[in-house]
């Protein structure tokens, strides 16, 4: 009972944090700070966001291997646990794009950055849409 609130709570705190980026914390900063400053506080910000995203997803699949996993199975086994696996794979590499792009001088008109900007968009969309499908399938069973 206890790991299904829990499994309820990560999923609930990485669609949460994936949707308020865009709708809350990017057009505040836009709207305070200085060019300088702003440049500054997405390029820390959204390495902490994923740094985030990827101890939620950690977390859950810990919660699943500890508590819900029965004896002698792989926590791969399951299709939710290897998507949960898949996307923390994903979010991994978003955070290394996203520390290339912050630590190189690319154009941010270059296809180049396009390319992985959308990359990294349609990352984190997945995550969310993934995480809301679960959080929803978990209700729907209670």
Do not use: C, Q
Not at 78 to 83: E, F, G, M, Q, R
Request: proline share 2%; charged share 15%.
């Amino acid at each position: 009972m206890i790991a299904e609130i829990t499994l309820h709570t990560l999923l609930a705190a990485i669609v949460g944090a994936i949707w308020a980026t865009p709708l809350v914390v990017s057009p505040a900063a836009r709207n305070s700070l200085d060019k300088e400053a702003l440049k500054f506080f997405l390029k820390s910000y959204f390495f902490r966001f994923n740094i985030f995203l990827i101890l939620m997803l950690a977390l859950y699949l810990g919660v699943v291997y500890f508590f819900m996993l029965p004896e002698y199975e792989l926590i791969w086994s399951d299709a939710k646990n290897l998507t949960i696996l898949i996307i923390l794979g994903l979010n991994i590499l978003n955070m290394f794009l996203g520390l290339i792009i912050d630590n190189t001088k690319i154009d941010s008109s270059s296809n180049f950055f396009k390319f992985i900007h959308a990359f990294s968009v349609s990352i984190l969309a997945s995550t969310s849409f993934a995480a809301l499908y679960f959080l929803i399938e978990k209700f729907l069973t209670l």
